[in-house]
């Protein structure tokens, strides 16, 4: 007698340990984007000398400049964004430095910046660049599917 009762008490558990699983499995979520309070913008300026371009010719040392103007630009901005790479090696023998090195860089994607001016000062071409995080923010968007749960139902 006590182990048919013993019997049914344990399928009784089992039955409803299985069916509170079951609710965790059975259940739809939908998600919601979260678009931030506040976007910063950054600007970068990029110099590049005329003169010192590798040409003959005027007009495509300007063009040089101008490119070479905005690569720095953009190069200073991806500095903000990304942040900025250092190492150094120092060698020493006899208590005496042989060799000291540094080196740095930048790694990263721009997207969305736009050229806010471009004009030579003397013999120097300079880029001002603009980031606006609130159109970074639209390109990701459209591109990642970044959510967060707005509602879950339970079957």
Known sequence: MFYKHFRVTVILIAGVFLSACSSLYDKHVEWEAVKPESFPVLNGIGYAPISLQNSTHETQRM???IKASKLAAYAELAEQVYG????GNTTMADLLINDDRLSASVSGIIRAAKVVKSYP???TY??????DFEDVYTI??????????KEVTYF
């Open 84 to 87: 900025q790479q250092v190492s």
């Open 121 to 123: 000062v003397g013999d």
């Open 140 to 149: 990701y968007q459209a591109s990642l599917n970044r959510k967060e749960i």
């Open 63 to 65: 063009l040089m400049a």
């Open 126 to 131: 300079t880029t001002e660049l603009q980031l």
